[in-house]
């Protein structure tokens, strides 16, 4: 479809070696160690979870452009049905 397909989380790059390998992943991991990346796209906010406050990362998904334009969001995102979501969203663009 035209696209380049990362992630990127706040782990380590050894960490993601070993996720990649075990799930067999075909694109690529980015580490984000300093959160840089999670503040500049707003996805490292102030979570709750069993009355616990805790600083995390909000799952999100980004399409940018060709120009480097971010063109579409999704925040909170849950795994099931997402990545059928974002091809239909990708396809559509064509």
Do not use: A
């Not at 380590?12 to 580490?31: A, Q, T, W």
């Not at 990545?83 to 239909?88: A, R």
């Amino acid at each position: 479809m035209n696209t380049v397909v990362f992630g990127i989380s706040k782990d380590s790059i050894k960490s993601h070696i070993n996720f990649s390998n075990k799930l067999n992943l075909n694109f690529k991991l980015l580490s984000d160690t300093e959160k840089e990346v999670h503040k500049l796209y707003e996805t490292w906010k102030l979570k709750k979870m069993f009355g616990k406050e805790y600083y995390g990362t909000v799952r999100s998904t980004f399409i940018i452009d060709e120009e480097g334009i971010l063109i579409k969001e999704y925040r909170n995102v849950k795994v099931k049905g997402h990545v059928g979501k974002v091809l239909e969203f990708v396809g559509n663009l064509n």
